[in-house]
């Protein structure tokens, strides 16, 4: 069985588009859960106190226009999310510096391995493999943080096969981009190309210009892990 994932859009008013290294050169990518209202409410999640975050390990890397591919036995689930390049490393940074650490974004898709989830969550096991098998975080290009007016105010949009089934917007964060470099960082440090994903949203919002845009299909992997409850 096949899924075609045509269009993933983070739409902005700005329309430069750069590249950076950060797929190859980054060391982690952090990946927030339950940073938004809508999406904690259609799991059944427990709002958190505090962001909440999980690892994703880099071999998760997909590049637009490559292939997912999807463990035997696994029902994969996407999640859109806005994500931030780590320009300046550093412990500890306060929101009020936060800011300047942050050298750019990236769309991003945080493939999730749902019915292992389940099963995981259920035993109090981590969510490692849930969220690292390869190809698992589809990315698009850098997108340099002068392009971005306001990243608190971007429309985030997931199509599959021409029907939209995500698009919302980062106004809705339950915490926000410096609240979310601080607490990462007060936990462990934060490296230059870095990547850190914010969450994803659910609801409606206007279209806009479209500045990057993100495409991959997926397929049913023949061998290697098989999941089985």
């Known amino acids: 069985m096949s899924y075609d ?78 994500g931030l390049v780590i320009g300046k490393g550093g412990r500890d940074i306060s929101q009020d510096a936060a800011e300047s650490h942050i050298a750019g974004y990236a769309l991003a898709v945080d493939m999730t391995a749902r019915n292992m989830q389940d099963e995981v ?58 609240r979310l470099i601080e607490h990462v960082s007060s936990i462990m440090a934060l490296e230059e190309g870095d990547l850190i994903l914010t969450g994803t949203p659910s609801g409606v919002g206007p279209l806009n210009p479209v500045l990057a845009e993100l495409k991959f299909t997926a397929e049913s992997r023949g061998g290697g892990y098989q999941f089985t409850p």
């Open 5 to 82: 994932i045509d269009n993933s859009q983070l739409v902005l008013i700005n329309t430069n588009v750069c590249s950076s290294q950060f797929v190859r050169q980054g060391k982690k990518i952090v990946a927030i859960g339950r940073n938004y209202s809508e999406h904690i409410k259609e799991l059944n999640n427990a709002r958190t106190k505090e962001p909440f975050f999980f690892l994703k390990p880099t071999t998760s890397y997909l590049p637009s226009g490559g292939k997912v591919e999807i463990p035997r036995g696994v029902v994969a689930h996407h999640e859109v999310e806005l």
């Open 121 to 178: 969550k259920k035993k109090g096991l981590p969510w490692s493999a849930v969220k690292g098998f390869d190809t698992f975080t589809p990315i698009g290009s850098f997108i340099p943080k002068s392009s971005v007016s306001d990243a608190h105010d971007l429309m985030l949009s997931l199509k599959i096969n021409g029907a939209i089934k995500q698009n919302g917007t980062t106004g809705d964060m339950i915490f926000r981009i410096p």
